[in-house]
């Protein structure tokens, strides 16, 4: 009976990789990273709350739960945290785009 595991074992030029790895991002990279992916959500977020906003300008609420002016003043503060819930689960996709293409203007695809 052969032993298996020499028969399937890989030859040691196929266990390394072909290229050198590259080098790991410093600590300012990963800042300026960071700062841009919390730049592009906070960029989508301001976009969803301005279209939320317009699209609950034409509703109106019925008295006793809404109307009148505390509902106008506050409906600004219940568009923005609809859209920071929506950015923070997912949102739909305009973060991702910003930050791609605010990596490639810093040089950091």
Request: overall charge neutral.
């Amino acid at each position: 009976m052969t032993d298996l595991t020499a028969a399937t074992a890989l030859p040691a030029n196929l266990l390394a990789p072909a290229t050198p790895a590259a080098a790991a991002p410093s600590a300012a990279e990963m800042a300026k990273r960071g700062q841009i992916k919390q730049t592009s959500q906070k960029f989508e977020s301001a976009f969803l709350s301005v279209m939320l906003q317009q699209m609950f300008d034409g509703t109106e609420t019925a008295a006793p739960f809404g109307g009148g002016v505390g509902e106008q003043m506050f409906k600004s503060f219940l568009t923005e945290a609809m859209a920071n819930k929506m950015v923070a689960n997912g949102g739909i996709g305009l973060a991702a785009s910003v930050q791609r293409e605010m990596l490639k203007m810093q040089g950091l695809h």
